[in-house]
């Protein structure tokens, strides 16, 4: 009786084991042969964060939903061609100084809503979509690692000539769809992709 029940379990056994073979040797390749097309819109990926230099802005965020260059415009008067990056972080969490430098600028700046730039040397880095209850102000000496501001939200009211409106005609934080960082860098007034100031 015993030996009749080992070989049914035998079987599946030998069957498990090829279905796993045949799953490795055929499915597995397929995925390293042919550049399949993810739509990444509702869970964008992550970037690892690895410099000594810089530091990420936002300490616990790392999915980017929109990188630097060509892309489709998400919402009337964004921009085709992306200055920066856009992280996703919730509203209110905080982000920091990358690296060590001084406040040039507060204020709400068109698509970039409520902007907070922070400059060292030749580089400026541009924090944009921000809350807009400043915790530092033009002048201010930052050292690297500083939280700076927070994330701001979708939607402000009362700011004059503010033209960025959502679906639904309420006033948006410049050109956005809902909450994030936008972090744009320049160098010597160039922008560059800001993640190649990171290394994975």
Same mark, same amino acid.
């Given at each position: ?8 379990? +035998? ?23 042919? =550049? ?18 810089? %530091? ?26 992306? +200055? ?17 430098? +001084? ?69 948006? =934080? ?8 936008? %972090? ?15 290394? +994975?």
């Amino acid at each position: 009786m015993s030996n009749s029940f080992f070989i049914p379990f +035998k079987r599946i056994v030998l069957l498990l084991c090829l279905l796993t073979f045949l799953i490795c040797c055929f499915f597995i390749p397929i995925m390293f042969f042919y =550049n399949f097309n993810f739509d990444y819109s509702d869970n964008p990926p992550s970037f690892l964060i690895d410099s000594s230099e810089y %530091l990420w802005p936002t300490p616990g965020y790392t999915s980017i939903n929109s990188y630097f260059g060509k892309r489709n415009s998400p919402t009337a008067g964004a921009s085709s061609f992306h +200055k920066g990056i856009d992280i996703g972080a919730p509203e209110g969490s905080s982000f920091i100084a990358i690296t060590s430098g +001084k406040i040039t600028f507060t204020g709400f700046l068109g698509g970039g809503g409520y902007t907070i730039t922070l400059s060292s040397g030749s580089m400026k880095i541009t924090y944009c979509h921000v809350s807009p209850n400043y915790i530092v102000k033009t002048g201010d000496i930052i050292e690297k690692g500083d939280i700076i501001g927070y994330v701001g939200p979708k939607n402000v009211y009362g700011v004059p000539g503010n033209t960025y409106k959502d679906s639904n005609g309420n006033p948006t =934080n410049g050109a956005t769809t809902g909450p994030h960082l936008h %972090l744009g860098i320049r160098v010597n007034e160039q922008y560059i992709d800001p993640l190649s100031l990171f290394k +994975k």
